[in-house]
């Protein structure tokens, strides 16, 4: 079945330094992606999303690009800020066995962000 | 955008009683509604997935008889937790559209 696998946390950065959490996929479907945010909590954000192969989806500050051959949707931000310390959570959204549309998530990368 | 009111944020209940738990879609027409569980420091697994005016439709070893769901109109749906024990204190998540809008979540922690 579809799944998602992220790299495991915590991930400890300075302020201003490059993030990168990696996520990858599986899916049989051509799924669309998601990066969600979750500060302490709270209920999960949208932070951004890709509907097909090579698009780039972006949101304060925040990247990442739909790579299918690669079956990725890695996150990335050039500086982070103190602010942005969460959990982040790798989703797909795909059709169900039952023809529905399931999202699956990955299990999370808590990010601390040092000042 | 839409906004999803999930009440109450946190509870705190004792071993036996049973807690509701209310989402409401505020400015989306709800027809149906995403219920998640999120364990300390795990994902988020999807409990069920309840239908304006029908039944839930509950996902693999999750109770029907112990999470009660009721989706009587657009805008509201309830997760009653039954005979609540410690092993059911987890973080309880609403959606009415699992791509775009969640709610802030409940806490519930069982003594």
């Known amino acids: 079945g579809d799944s998602v696998t992220q790299m495991e946390g915590p991930v400890t950065l300075s302020e201003e330094a490059f993030l990168t959490i990696n996520c990858t996929y599986t899916?049989?479907?051509?799924?669309?992606l998601f990066w969600y945010v979750q500060y302490p909590g709270e209920g999960l954000q949208l932070l951004l999303k890709?509907?097909?192969?090579?698009d780039k989806g972006s949101n304060k500050g925040f990247e990442a690009t739909y790579r299918k051959e690669t079956t990725s949707f890695h996150l990335e931000k050039g500086s982070v800020q103190v602010s942005d310390s969460a959990v982040y959570f790798c989703?797909?959204?795909?059709?169900?066995?039952?023809?529905?549309?399931?999202?699956?998530f990955g299990a999370g990368t808590r990010l601390f962000v040092k000042a | 955008g839409a906004v999803v009111s999930q009440h109450p944020s946190w509870v705190i209940c004792k071993s036996g009683t049973s807690v509701k738990i209310e989402c409401r879609s505020l400015?989306?027409?709800?027809?149906?509604m995403f219920w998640y569980r999120q364990f300390p420091k795990q994902s988020l697994m999807l409990m069920a997935t309840?239908?304006?005016?029908?039944?839930?439709?509950?996902e693999q070893g999750v109770e029907k008889d112990k999470f009660l769901i009721n989706h009587a109109s657009l805008t509201l749906s309830t997760l009653t937790v039954t005979s609540a024990h410690p092993e059911d204190s987890s973080f309880y998540i609403c959606?009415?559209?699992?791509?775009?809008?969640f709610g802030q979540g409940t806490r519930l922690t069982v003594v």
């Open positions: 309840s239908n304006e005016g029908s039944k839930a439709t509950y």
């Open positions: 899916a049989t479907g051509y799924p669309s």
């Open positions: 890709a509907t097909k192969a090579d």
């Open positions: 400015d989306f027409q709800a027809t149906t």
């Open positions: 959606s009415p559209k699992q791509d775009a809008f």
């Open positions: 989703a797909l959204s795909d059709q169900g066995g039952t023809g529905g549309f399931k999202t699956i």
